[in-house]
């Protein structure tokens, strides 16, 4: 217990204090997209009786002591979220002044009025004290109307939230008790704080904040059904997972539907689609599934390849063939001899590495550079485009003879816009693997950055969404939430960027468009704003730095 002379300084202080324009301030009415938020977490209205109701409900169907459970667990979250946020509020307040945003909240989302009748706390000497009066319980009445007078404490969820709250800005566990309440016919409810290694019965009372033993049944039923499933997992929904890639949505098992197809022969595969859509994932899902999954898989990114090196680069080269190639050096096809080579980025192979490519399609043999030795090689053709192959044989950039011979077995691999509902599974897939990489765990995303990456159009599809996980893990405290401004921490208000840039592709559709400048306008401005730094520029664009690279020397070339 704290000192009467503490207590009645602490009281001066809380009196001297009662403004809460700065948690007023975190609240937003947006009513326009039918949200209400607290910082960054989604709030609810409703009325108080729906609480009733499910109380009543789940007094039917649990029994007393679990609904008690349940009611007590949903406001200990309530309170732990509530102390995230509010603990970054009031940095320049005393320990008391600071921990009152608490008490406070529960007043401003109409569960209770509190009164302070003694506070004292210590973080560094770990000493906690609280006597409060509550008035007003929101849950004292719904109790009363839905069950009548209670022989007991009955304001559950408020207790709950108390407890979560000071446990999480003590650092400690905290634990109160409700001595008085409105549901047993006293004037007012009233409740009391302190660790709980201060309490005798402390284990009866953390016994409330521990999981219910009807979720472990739970747990251990569902861990059950998952061994059955797994006994009992059929080919076909193997199918969905053989991939490297992450997905659940129809768009997601048509193309693994397409690409086990294809799998099993040797038929050359196109991937096509926006860049960053996980091409390479899906091309190692198609080597790892065929019969060639022992042999090497050769990845090769022809926009990262100067034009005239290129063609050794993929068939090799012959010592003396050129200044500098003072020894005989294999190429990719080589490398690739048994296995599966993925050519991304085919668009950008030089016209003699077009020929030569489609003599190494036609008749299964190349020449190294500087050679007049004809080899073979068994390998088996994955292309990767994310522009218009057909678009740039008509416009005489691309061999049509070899677009013909790659365009056999065509998938167009979707957008992230188009599979939103396979954002949460790549965010946990991701997040698991920055933790890991960074020695953290993080508590996911906040319910404002959810809602924001659900509706962004993520124009460097998931290469964009790992880059922006990764740099938000870094900028994330340990066990903290990712804040909105951690994904785009280079925008004050990403929302109101969002929202300001949603440019009409029809007023840009005029007679005198031009698809090439539009392209330069935007890797120019790209560049203004990172400062003419490429890499950032990459990230800004959602491309690779190498992409971006060749398309740079392209505009200067132009």
Known sequence: MPKAKDVKVYKQILEQNKEIQDLLDKIVFDSRHGQIWFDENRMLLMHTNILGFLRKDLFDMLGWERTKHFFIRCGYQAGMRDAEVTSKLRPNLNEAEAFMAGPQMHGIRGMVQVDVNELYLSHDLKEFYADFNWFNSFEAEV?????GASNEPACWMQLGYACGYSSYVMGQTIIYQETHCVAQGDDHCRIIGKPLSEWENSDELIRFMSPDPVSDEIIALQSELNELKKNIYTEAESDYTMFNAVGESLAYRKVCDLLKKA??????????????????????????SSQR????????????????????????????????????????????????IFLDEVIELSPRAQAALLRMIQEGEYERVGDIRTRQVDVRIVAATNEDLEKAVKDGKFRADLYYRLNIFPVIIPPLRERREDIPLLINHFLRRFENMYGKSLKGLSDKAKNFVMKYDWPGNIRELENLLERATLLTDHQKEIKLDSLFPQHSDPEQKYES???????????????????KDIISSAMNKCSHNVSEAARMLGISRATLDYRLKKITLS
């Open 293 to 340: 999954k022992e042999r090497p898989f050769v990845a090769v990114n022809c926009a990262c390849i100067p034009p005239d090196l290129i063609e050794s680069e993929l068939f090799g080269v012959e010592k003396g063939a050129f200044t500098g190639a003072t020894q005989s050096r294999m190429g990719k096809f080589e490398r690739a001899h048994g296995g599966t």
């Open 263 to 288: 799998s099993g022969s040797k038929v050359a595969v196109l991937l096509q689609g926006e860049t960053g859509v996980g091409k390479e994932a899906f091309a190692r899902g198609i080597h790892d």
């Open 143 to 147: 109790h009363l109307s839905e069950f």
């Open 501 to 519: 840039f949603q440019p009409n592709i029809d007023d840009l559709l005029t007679e005198n468009f031009s698809l090439e400048q539009f392209e």
